[in-house]
């Protein structure tokens, strides 16, 4: 897949006659409260525009881009498209626009929402994404401190230990590939 993601947010900004494009890149799951409190924060912008990438669990990515009330295909798909290029998945992009009184017309809005997205990732500490699972993995009595051994050195995370009448059951979350090798 070779995709990248982000852990935390990043800014960037875009003036463009005397119009101004604040761009939010943020994680996925994040993406609708960090929406909530722009839009709470910056009550006088005039369009909120956000576009975003996220990996289903059947590895289709599903990707919007959204004109909140710009021209059609001026604002969301150019942004969206920057996020693409990038290779961003599990991210989002929410771009506040404060209108400066003259009109950019299509070519203008694109290059102003796409232009602050690019600053905002040229901005962020992008790193390699990972799919991580969980899997349920058993061990007897016997085998159990052996088993913890494993996952502990496979660098995994015990999510929850159910011990039965004849041993632990384990559910486990890491990588998808290191899970694979347990």
């Known amino acids: 897949m070779g995709y990248l993601t982000i852990d935390q947010e990043a800014y960037g900004v875009l ?5 101004r ?9 994040q993406f609708d409260d960090r929406l909530d409190a722009l839009r ?23 990707e919007s881009g959204k004109d909140d009330g710009e021209p059609s295909g001026t604002s969301g798909m150019p942004t969206l498209k920057v996020l693409q290029g990038a290779k961003l998945i599990e991210a989002a992009v929410i771009v506040v626009r404060y209108f400066g009184g003259i009109k950019l017309g299509g070519g203008g809005l694109a290059r102003g929402y796409s232009g602050a997205a690019s600053d905002a990732i040229a901005r962020a500490a992008l790193i390699p994404f ?6 349920n993995v058993e061990a007897t009595f016997a085998e159990g401190s052996e088993l913890e051994r494993r996952v502990s050195c496979l660098s995994l995370t015990v999510v929850s230990r159910e011990y039965t009448a004849t041993g632990v059951i384990l559910l486990v979350e890491g990588p998808e590939e290191t899970l694979k090798a347990l």
């Not at 003036?15 to 119009?19: L, Q, T, V």
């Not at 494009?21 to 799951?29: E, T």
């Not at 910056?42 to 369009?47: E, L, Q």
């Not at 909120?48 to 669990?57: N, S």
Request: glycine share 2%; net charge positive.
């Open 15 to 19: 003036e463009d006659r005397k119009s």
């Open 21 to 29: 494009f604040l761009a939010h890149l943020v994680p996925y799951a």
């Open 40 to 62: 709470k924060e910056h009550r006088k912008a005039n369009h909120f525009v956000t576009a975003h990438r996220h990996l289903l669990d059947d590895g289709r990515v599903e």
């Open 130 to 135: 990972v799919k991580t699972a969980r899997k």
